[in-house]
């Protein structure tokens, strides 16, 4: 046999492999290769808090909001985060993922995803544009995850509360804070107004026990699976019992 056929037959064989990984590839539930925290770890840190729910935007997609349920099938989703905004734009499925949420009776909360070079006022305009609160729901939640590349820090903690006093201001309530452990404690809690702030909402994926930062709700991670949802969620839980999570909600 001369090197040719050999080598139209390793490039045939290589193809064939090529083909089959696709197919295995295609099947293969995606969220099997990613890095979901452990079931021990979610039995043993995770499920000792009675009050669990998720956090969601456009990313992902069209739900199946009737299949949506928590993956523990000893728990339940008790409330959900629905992005409303971010900046200056708005989150293509707002209105229907509140709608649908609201139609399953699940505890709902808008939230607004903060650009920290563009103006406070025109971002909490844009949010109360998109949101109606009524009672029964959650406090509206500005997430703030980066620094400014325009404005110094403490020029970006008066934008932050600029948001929150416009928002509080027209809807009654408290905004809840959303940011992460580091980002909390190295850039916000320096100031004594976030110090003492009372309603954050930490991220923290690593494994913890909990936060490091004083909190009412944790996100514990970004790789939940929930029937229903094509994607990875949010998963979180809140700090208290369920009559103290009812207390939270707008009366």
């Keep these: 046999m001369n090197k040719k056929w050999w080598l139209g037959a390793a490039i045939v064989l290589m193809g064939i492999v090529l083909i089959l990984g696709i197919i295995v590839w295609e099947r293969y539930d995606y969220r099997q290769l990613t890095n979901l925290p452990s079931n021990a770890y979610l039995k043993k840190h995770i499920r000792k808090y009675p009050v669990q729910g998720i956090d969601i935007s456009h990313h992902q997609g069209k739900i199946d909001w009737q299949k949506v349920q928590h993956p523990d099938t000893l728990k339940q989703l008790k409330f959900v985060f629905i992005r409303a905004s971010v900046g200056t734009e708005k989150d293509q499925r707002f209105k229907e993922n509140w709608k649908a949420a609201g139609e399953r009776r699940i505890a709902k909360g808008a939230y607004h995803y903060y650009w920290s070079d563009v103006n406070s006022t025109v971002q909490a305009q844009n949010f109360i544009h998109q949101v109606n609160l009524v009672k029964g729901d959650l406090p509206p939640v500005l997430d703030i995850e980066d620094l400014s590349s325009k404005q110094s820090l403490a020029s970006l903690r008066k934008g932050i509360k600029n948001w929150i006093e416009i928002v509080k201001k027209e809807f009654g309530v408290d905004p809840i804070i959303y940011t992460g ?36 709700i944790w996100q514990f991670t970004d790789r939940l699976p929930v029937q229903g949802i094509e994607t990875l969620v949010d998963g979180n839980v809140y700090k208290g019992s369920l009559s103290s999570f009812r207390e939270l909600l707008i009366q």
Excluded: C, G, T
């Design 181 to 216: 452990d580091r980002f909390y404690l190295d850039y916000l809690q320096p100031d004594p107004f976030f110090k003492s702030y009372p309603r954050l909402w930490i991220a923290n994926y690593n494994n913890v026990v909990a936060p490091e930062s004083s909190w009412q």
